[in-house]
T-cell receptor
Framework: GENVEQHPSTLSVQEGDSAVIKCTYS??????FPWYKQELGKGPQLIID?????GEKKDQRIAVTLNKTAKHFSLHITETQPEDSAVYFC??????????????FGQGTTLQVKP | GAVVSQHPSRVICKSGTSVKIECRSL??????MFWYRQFPKKSLMLMAT?????????EQGVEKDKFLINHASLTLSTLTVTSAHPEDSSFYIC????????????FGPGTRLLVL
């Protein structure tokens, strides 16, 4: 089955700096890779996702890159702000018509942005 | 994205009682809903996949008689923790899957269960 590894487990940056979180996956059949942000005591919130037919996607200060050959994908946050502080989860899924789209999550990264 | 609600947000119960948690998709019809469990400072662990009108599919190691799932309509799925024990204390989160190519999952706010 699919296995997703996420690094680092904790990340501390100064406000305004960039943050990068990396994930690797094992199943070459996975074709959908979402990123979620979870604040304390709340449910995860989808912040960006990418499909395997594209290599990069950007939404304002957030970008995701995908290297399908190497089976790794990364989240990039630029110009970090204190409100970006949260736990970030990557996930991988196979979304063919015969699949439920079950997500396999990474272990999570606790991002702290210092003012 | 989809708006998902969960009720209750917090529940405290005595050991041996049963607790029902509701998950509602407020603006989309969800043929598939997922139930997760999350321990403090840990990742999300999928418990089961809930399909409208059929039996839920449970992940390995999850007791189906302990965690009863009902998905009676396209907007409501319920998780009942039967005969709860302190080790069942956890954060339970549901998600809804929007039909289509990506099958994007949108999560509810979670339910904090404390069993005394």
């Amino acid at each position: 089955g699919e296995n997703v590894e996420q690094h680092p487990s904790t990340l501390s940056v100064q406000e305004g700096d960039s943050a990068v979180i990396k994930c690797t996956y094992s199943d070459s059949a996975s074709n959908y890779f979402p990123w979620y942000k979870q604040e304390l005591g709340k449910g995860p919130q989808l912040i960006i996702d990418i499909r395997s037919n594209v290599g990069e996607k950007k939404d304002q200060r957030i970008a995701v890159t995908l290297n399908k050959t190497a089976k790794h994908f990364s989240l990039h946050i630029t110009e970090t702000q204190p409100e970006d502080s949260a736990v970030y989860f990557c996930a991988a899924s196979e979304t063919g018509s015969s699949n439920t789209g079950k997500l396999i999550f990474g272990q999570g990264t606790t991002l702290q942005v210092k003012p | 994205g989809a708006v998902v609600s969960q009720h209750p947000s917090r529940v405290i119960c005595k050991s041996g009682t049963s607790v029902k948690i509701e998950c509602r998709s407020l603006d989309f019809q969800a043929t598939t809903m997922f139930w997760y469990r999350q321990f403090p400072k840990k990742s999300l662990m999928l418990m089961a996949t809930s399909n409208e009108g059929s039996k839920a599919t449970y992940e390995q190691g999850v007791e189906k008689d302990k965690f009863l799932i009902n998905h009676a309509s396209l907007t409501l799925s319920t998780l009942t923790v039967t005969s709860a024990h302190p080790e069942d204390s956890s954060f339970y989160i549901c998600s809804v899957s929007i039909a289509g190519g990506k099958k994007t999952q949108y999560f509810g706010p979670g339910t904090r269960l404390l069993v005394l």
